[in-house]
Every structure is written in C-alpha cells, then in structure tokens.
C-alpha cells in the first residue's frame, strides 16, 4: 500500500509541475498576439468587418479587385504561406499595388467566415467592386499557383 | 413550432422520467406498482428515438428543406450515402445519435438484468438520468427545427418578402471535407462509443455509493464495445485526414481529434486496472471506478471542444449554445465523482496487506494505469490552458510554436516507459523476477544510450522545421532526442508480447487461449501502431510546387529528386450520379407551367447554355447576347445588352437573375418569344450555383528513376460549403505510400504536391489488430465471482 501511495505522490507532484511549467513557459513565448501581424507576410492589410466594408469603398474608388486573406495563429500552413507565397517579391508587389486587402482573423472574424463558406484557413477570396466572389484559392497554395490567379483577376476588374 | 420530430422526443422524456420514477420508487420505498411498467417504458423510449432518428435521415433523403437542420447540411443533389451521413453531420444530429445508442443500451440492459438486482436497477437509475440529461440536450437545439424559426426567415417573411410556409428549394449543401467515405463512418462510430461509456460509468457511481459487488461484470463488456467503437472512430478519423489534405497527416493533435482521445487514454486505464480488480476485488478498488467516472466525464468534454467554439479547431463544422448544459454537466458529475472517491477512500479498512515492494506486478500494473492517466493529462492540459488563458486573460497564446511539438515531446518519454511497463509486465513471472529486472534494465540502459545516438535528421522534433528555432530550451532538450531510442522498448515489447502468446498458445483449454491470444494481439497492435507512427511522421519525403501543364498530357515530366509524373487525363464530373443539373433559383418547368405567376417579376434560373445569338447594334454601339438556357426540366431564353461583347459559349454553365417579359418580339432575330428573361451582365454568373458538387480528377502516374512507383487519381472537389482534396494514395506491399495532392486546375496548369510516405501501413495493420484483438477477447464471456 505504501508503495503505491508514493507512485500516486510523485505522479502527482509530477503532473502539477508539467502543468504549471507548460503555462508559464506558453504565457512568457507563445503570447500569439494578432498585433504584431505576423502571419500577414509584413503586407498591409485592413482588418476584420469594419476593414471590409472601407475596403470595399477603397475599391471602388480606385477600381481596384479585393483579396480577403482568413488566416489564425494556430495555423501551421499560414506561416509558410505568408512567407513564401504572399511575400513572394512578384506577387506581393501586385498585391500591394493592385489590391484591396483585407485580412480575416478565422478565430475572431467568424461570421464574416461563416457568410463566405471559410472553414479553414489559409484561404483566399478575390472580390470585385461589388463584392461578387471571383475566385476562391483555399489551402497553402504556392508562389507558381497564386501569380497567375492575382493577375488574371486584377486585369478582369481593370477591364470591367 | 412543435414538430412531429419534437413530439417524439419529448414522448421518449416523459417515458424516461416514468421509468426513472417508477425505478426510485422501488429502489427508495420498495413500491412495487410501477416497476411492471418501467422495462416496457424504456424499451419504448428507445424505439421511439430510434424512430426520431430515422425520421430524420428520412427528411434527409426526402431533401425536406423545411428542416433547419436538413437545410444547413444537405441538399438535394448529393448522392444518397451522403444523404444519409448528412444526418450526422452537424451537433444537432450527432446528439440525437447518441441519445437514441445511449436508450438502446438502456433497454439492453433493461432486457438482459430484467433490473432483478439492485446493482442492476440502480445502473439503471444512473443511465436514464444521463438519457434524460441528454434528451434535455438534444431538445435544445432540436435537429427538428423549422427554417421558419430562424430569425433571418422571420424577418423577411414579416417584410413580406417571403411567403408565411417558405421552404427554401434548395439545401446549404455538406462541406466539402465531409464528402468522403470515410466520413460516413466516423461520426456514428465516435458517438456510439461515447453513448456506450454510460454503462460502467453509471455502474462505477452505484458502487462508489453503495460499495455493492457485481459494478465491473455489468460494465465489462460495455466498457470493452466502448474501447472497441471509440478507438475505431478515432482510427477513422485518422484515415480521413490522412486522405483530405490539410491535416498533416493522418494525426495532427487537432483540439477534437485530442479530446476524443483523452477518454480513450483513460478507458485503457481502466481496463488495464478492472482486469485486476475483478481477480481481487481489494486492488485498485478506488482508482478502478474513478476511471470509469473520468472517462464519461472526458466525453462530455469532448463534446464541448468540438462545439464551443473556444477551441481551434479545423472541426468547426457547427456552433452552437449547449456549452452551458454541458459545462454544468461536467462540474456536477465530477464534484460527485470526488467526493465519493473520497468517502470510499477513508472508508476503507486500513489494510494490513502486505507490501510487496515496487517490483510486484500489482504495483507495476498501477504504474501503467498512471502512465495512461498522465498520457491522458498531457493531451488534456495541451487543449485545455490555451482556453483557459484565453478565458481568463483574453490572451490567446499557443502551447509551442508549433502545436504538435508540445504533445509530441510531453507524450515521448511516458510513451517509452509506457513501452517497457508492457514488455515487464507482459512477461511477468513471479519466480524469474530478478532474471526479469535484468532484462528490464539493460533495455532500458539502451534506450538511454540510443537517446544520444546523433543521426541526419530523426528526432522526437523535426531540425529542419521553421518552428524548431522558435521552441524554448527545454523543448530543444527533449526536441534533440534521438527517435531511435524507442526501437529498444519497442523491441523488447514485442519479445514480451511473443513470449506471453507463446504461454497462451499452450493452454488446453480454449477460452482462455482465445482471450489470451486477444491480450496478445491487442499489444502487438500498440507496437505496430507506433512503428508505423513513428517511420512515416519522420521519413516522408515530400515534393511540393509540381506543376505540371495540362498540355504535357501523357509525357513523363521530371520533377526533380529522381521523380516524374506523368499525367493521362483530366476530367470534371458532377459527384451526384443523376445528373440533371439541379441548379439555383427557380426551375424552368415551374415556370413553364404557371408563366403568369413570374411575369413583370424578377426571376433567376440556371442551366446549360444551348444556343446563343451575338448582335451588334448600330452606334452608339451595344451588343446584345440571346442565350437559351436549360436546366434539364425545360428552356427559357434570356437576354442582355452590354458594352463589350460577352464572352458566352454554347456549353456554359450559366445563372441568371432578371426580368421576365412575354411575348417579347424582336426585329434582329426575327422572333418572338414567349417568354425571355432581361439581365443585365452583372446578373449573369458562371456556375449553376448552389449546391453543386463538382470534382475534377486528374489521372496520372508516378515514376522514381523512369520506373513506375504509383498510379491513379488525385481529385479536387469545389462546392458552395467550400473545397477539398482528395489525394492520390497508392500503396505498395512494402508500406510505402505514393501520395499525390492535387489543388485544383488552374490556369491550365495541374499544381500538384508529391509525398513519399514510408510505414503507415503498419499503423493501419495496428488498428486492424487492436479491433481484431478486443473483439477476441469480448468473445470469451469469462466467469467471475458476481455472477
């Protein structure tokens, strides 16, 4: 009986101190906080509802098209993805140039998830100025995959 | 609204809260009067749910969009097993699911017990609460819901924009990620699991309360069916994400693949700890029962990270507000189950037992049930501070820079000592123990040793990952173990595991041979798994941004590393097999037979595009396009004027909203029509719209240095509840996996990401043997003292 009573002690002491340790280890490097963007390639983008609609205003006076970028800090993929496929040099440069971006935190922008059928990130919607879906690119797509959709939607707006 | 579904349910409750009664009665006071009725009431309740679940795959399979619920999850052109499956596919259905498993096993136990023991009657009082409980749950949010309850449909129809009986004419449609086979399976199997655990649960609460005998043989074999349902479920799941991309194959720790494996950890807890206290009822006669108690309570839990919303989950198939039930649930069941504990705990004599030491196979075994509950904490405490942060703090913060890292590394070493628990205890013998410890020691010298051993890149973490740099030093430590070092406890469980079948292989008598054997095969599964696991997580080679033209069709392209695809054909389907297109807005034949009704009103039909007239007028100039549209139910011409020429083909899959006119003459084309519909450009859209499924599917060939290595199709599928991928996956005897994901055509080009996926038959060859092993071990209904 003595025996097992010590292997319940130490499992326990064992246990409360992993949790305690992985808490405090989790609070002090793993705070995801949304305002360092660093899941947004170090591109500018407007934010959450309220940053659609002026986006949408934006585009209409510039007539430009409106990419909405959902991505969450848990999300392993959208790490690659902004760095090699959002901040590849070609496409990001169009992206800035062209766009209208809006990005959409999946965990906190849901409805606006919920109202484009956005279940997982990273995913892509392209807009016209009107806000009908043009294209859709789910997935951690790469560089080679996402140039061309970028252009052939920018030149479709333009030519509208 | 009060819907003949509802009625059902709230007829099984009030049959429920009879048979509760009456059961009290007998069990309280000895009244005897309603007790005749109880085993009819129960079998009654379990019919009629079991009706209400039918009733609603029937509303499924009929596409009665009358149905919140229906409508939220289908639509009517998916083929039918998706009809079906449908019905499962969101909370509402799932609840109603384990509802109803959760009656039939009541009246199973009604049927066999006939409640002639008070152990028997009371499991039976602890069930129906927890059936009551979770028709309470189930009512709710009722899968029986009328589309006319939702406060959107409300409003419109108040505006007068809809008509007072709306029924929408087409379904939301399933996601895109549940249009699998493997799907179709997952959810039944995870939830009779979870309906089954009430069982030993309920008989664990009867005999904390009242110390009576006999709770383990009611709960064994529920508890086994449970192990059995739960770990397939979750095995399920694990194909399926393995075959849909985006995962990271086939385990990801996802928050809901974790929790539903928590109370799967526990339950082999308790299995481990009840196949010693039904020898001796004195051992873990607390630690038994409480693991009954937490694994239920872990279920529950599950269903709260799968639906709360706090969790990050790729599982956020449905939200919902049965968190609260939910939580009051837990908080309830969990303060009993403690304070019982703890009653039984200082309620138990002082036993002057001997003790036998920490190498007796008693307290190893003990050993081993706490290695489950602190694999079990891992998983547990990983999905659970995040929230709890989250909750408190309004920080959001991740458990590791990369997720699986943390649940890796935590769950490492245990997982090896695990390893060498079963490989002692597996071939404990009582009179060779020193010889034993031995063996024991220097395996566990080795894996020390391996622990060092430096290779290129096979390591509990991957060195190569971006996140690697990112995690903090302790991590790193554990991170930098060798991942050979689990080969010798692997090893030596396997030498155990084939020596203890050897022992039972030699028994005469043929029950316990046969649930010897089962004990064996269940352990070699466990080994098999991790192998598997662990060769394929570490061993992948992966080829991502192929992309391959679709003007190379049938030539080999090489694609680097000694690869090359090649591809033979690309094709687009509708995933239904009917294919009359059944298309957004109204159907043509409707309007067709009363023309009147849409006339001077705004229409939007969809279909095909069958013929088209391009004018051009005279400066200023316009063009002027007339299509003639079919959805297969009839064709109706429409129209539109625009600046530029349109670019509509003949073929063209094309939705249209505007205006209806008839008798429409017009001098250019020299007709009149009956019937046209006038658009302007910006209301004409690609697609058929709503609810169709289409999927492309690219065949193609995988070649390693110009010789053949795989060969198949790789299929995208896109529809309105967005998109999925469904791999390419061709395996090869030796285990190794081609595996080919392909993103969708684009641009002419096929993108496609190649996986070289090494071992992960074995952890399916794993399952296979833990199913064919409790199912073993189920067979032989041994004798034990209660009965």
Same mark, same amino acid.
């Given at each position: ?14 246990i ?74 070609? /496409? ?32 892509? /919607? ?7 879906v043009?294209?859709? /690119? ?7 995959y996402?140039?061309?959709? /970028? ?10 | ?91 509402? +259905? ?38 009551? !409980?979770?028709?309470i ?20 129809i108040?505006?007068?924009s ?6 929408p ?45 006999g $709770? ?42 974790t ?14 700890a ?26 529950l839990y ?20 049965? +968190? ?9 069941t ?7 504990g ?21 307290n ?6 706490l ?9 547990? $405490? ?67 040793i ?23 030093s302790? &991590? ?5 173990? %060798?991942v ?7 090893? !030596? ?15 005469? %008598? ?21 192998f ?30 000694? !690869? ?16 009359n297109?059944?298309?957004a807005?109204?159907?043509i ?17 969809s ?10 007028s ?43 006119m ?24 690609q ?9 492309q ?5 995988? &070649? ?6 795989? %060969? ?22 030796? +285990? ?14 096929v ?29 032989v ?7």
């Amino acid at each position: 009986m003595r025996t097992k009573k010590l292997v319940s002690i130490l499992v326990l002491i064992l246990i409360l101190s992993f949790a305690y340790f992985s808490y405090i280890t989790a609070l002090k490097n793993f705070t995801l906080s949304d305002k360092n963007s660093s899941y947004l390639g170090g591109i500018k983008f407007h934010r959450a509802a309220a940053g659609l609609e002026e986006g949408f205003q934006i585009a209409q006076q510039e007539n430009k098209p409106v990419m909405m970028y959902f991505w969450a800090i848990w999300c392993q993929y959208c790490a690659k993805f902004q760095t090699d496929t959002l901040g590849n040099t070609q /496409v990001k440069q169009i992206l800035e140039n062209d766009y209208v971006l809006v990005a959409m935190d999946l965990d906190i922008d849901r409805e606006v998830a919920q109202q484009y059928s956005v279940s997982y990130p990273p995913y892509l /919607v392209f807009m016209d100025t009107k806000g009908n879906v043009l294209q859709r /690119v789910p997935g951690a797509v790469d560089a080679n995959y996402l140039l061309p959709i /970028v252009t052939k939607v920018r030149d479709d707006v333009r030519s509208k | 609204m009060i819907t003949l579904g509802d009625t059902i349910l709230y007829a099984s409750l009030f049959l429920s809260v009879f048979a509760l009664i009456g059961l009290l009665l007998k069990d309280l006071k000895n009244i005897d009067f309603l007790n005749k009725f109880v085993i009819p009431a129960i079998m009654a309740g379990a019919g009629l749910l079991t009706f209400s679940y039918l009733l609603l795959t029937y509303y499924f399979v009929s596409s009665d969009f009358a149905y919140d619920y229906v409508w939220q999850y289908s639509s009517s052109d998916l083929p039918l097993v998706y009809k079906i499956s449908g019905a499962w596919a969101g909370q509402q +259905g799932t609840y109603l699911l384990w509802v109803m498993v959760l009656f039939l096993s009541a009246a199973w136990l009604a049927w066999t017990t006939r409640h002639i023991t008070k152990m028997a009657r009371r499991t039976q009082i602890i069930t129906l609460v927890t059936g009551i !409980y979770l028709i309470i749950l189930t009512l709710i949010q009722s899968p029986f819901k009328l589309i006319l309850e939702r406060p959107e449909v409300i409003d419109l129809i108040a505006q007068g924009s809809l008509p007072a009986n709306f029924v929408p004419p087409e379904g939301n449609g399933l996601n895109a990620l549940l249009v699998n086979f493997w799907m179709t399976v997952h959810p039944p199997l995870m939830f009779i699991g979870y309906a089954t655990i009430t069982i030993p649960f309920a008989a664990a609460i009867v005999y904390l309360l009242t110390k009576e005998d006999g $709770w383990e043989e009611l709960g064994r074999q529920w508890a086994r069916f449970t192990w059995l349902f739960l770990g397939m479920g979750i095995a399920v799941g694990g194909v399926w994400a393995y075959l849909v991309l985006g995962w990271g194959g086939f385990w990801a720790w996802d928050p809901v693949e974790t929790a539903s494996f928590i109370p799967w950890l526990t339950l082999t807890g308790f299995l481990h700890a009840a196949s010693h206290h039904r020898k001796n009822k004195s051992t873990f006669s607390i630690a038994a029962p409480i693991l009954a108690i937490v694994s239920f309570i872990l279920v529950l839990y599950a269903a709260i990270v799968v639906r709360s919303g706090l969790f990050n989950s790729v599982h956020a198939f449905g939200d919902t507000s049965t +968190g609260t039930l939910l939580i009051s649930g837990i908080a309830i069941t969990t303060v009993v189950s403690i304070v019982l504990g703890m009653r039984r705990y200082f309620e138990e004599p002082d036993k002057v037992e001997e003790d036998l030491g920490f190498w007796s196979k008693t307290n190893i075994f003990y050993v081993t049930i706490l290695l489950f509950v602190v694999l079990a904490f891992i998983s547990f $405490w990983g999905i659970t501070f995040p929230a709890f942060i989250q909750l408190t703090q309004g920080l959001k913060v991740g458990v590791a820079s990369d997720t699986k890292n943390f649940f890796n590394i935590w769950s490492y070493p245990f997982t090896i000592i695990l390893l060498l628990a079963l490989g002692f205890c597996l071939n404990y013998n009582e009179k060779q123990k020193e010889q034993q410890k031995k063996t024991l020691f220097i395996v566990m010298g080795l894996t020390i040793i391996t622990m060092f051993l430096r290779t290129e890149n096979f390591y509990v973490l991957d060195h190569n990952s971006p996140f690697w740099a990112r995690e903090p030093s302790i &991590y790193k430590l554990i991170g930098n173990i %060798s991942v050979i070092s689990i080969f010798p406890s692997l090893i !030596y469980a396997t030498w155990s595991t084939i020596q203890r079948l050897q022992d039972y292989l030699r028994i005469k %008598s043929i029950r316990p041979k046969i649930k010897g054997t089962g004990i064996a095969i269940v352990h070699f599964g466990i080994v098999f798994i991790l192998f598997g696991a662990v060769i394929s997580s570490n061993f992948t080679q992966t080829i991502e941004g192929v992309n391959i033209p679709l003007a190379a069709k049938g030539e080999l392209v090489d694609i680097g590393n000694g !690869y090359g695809v090649k591809i033979i054909d690309f094709s687009t389907r509708n995933l239904a097999e009917t294919s009359n297109i059944q298309a957004a807005g109204t159907r043509i034949s409707e309007i067709r037979s009363s023309p009147e009704s849409y006339v001077n009103t705004n229409v939007k039909i969809s279909g095909k595009v069958t013929s088209v007239v391009n004018l051009q007028s005279p400066p200023p100039v316009t063009y002027t396009t007339y299509m003639q549209i079919d959805d297969g139910t009839g064709s109706l011409w429409a129209a539109t004027q625009a600046e530029e020429p349109l670019n509509i083909e003949e073929g063209m899959e094309l939705t249209v909203n505007g205006f209806m006119m008839t008798n429409f003459r017009s001098n250019s084309t020299d007709t009149t029509y009956d019937l046209i519909i006038f658009s302007s450009p910006d209301e004409i859209s690609q697609g058929v719209a709503s609810g169709s499924y289409k999927v492309q599917s690219v065949k193609l060939e995988v &070649y390693q240095d110009g010789k053949k290595i795989g %060969s198949g199709a790789a299929e995208y599928l896109e529809s309105k509840g967005g998109s999925g991928t469904f791999p390419l996956v061709d395996s090869s005897i030796t +285990g190794t996996d081609v595996y080919v994901i392909f993103q969708g055509l684009g641009g002419g080009v096929v993108p496609l990401t190649l996986k070289i996926i090494p071992a992960v038959n074995f952890a399916w060859i794993g399952i296979l043997l833990f199913a064919i092993g409790i199912i073993l071990i189920m067979a032989v209904r041994t004798k034990s003292k209660g009965e």
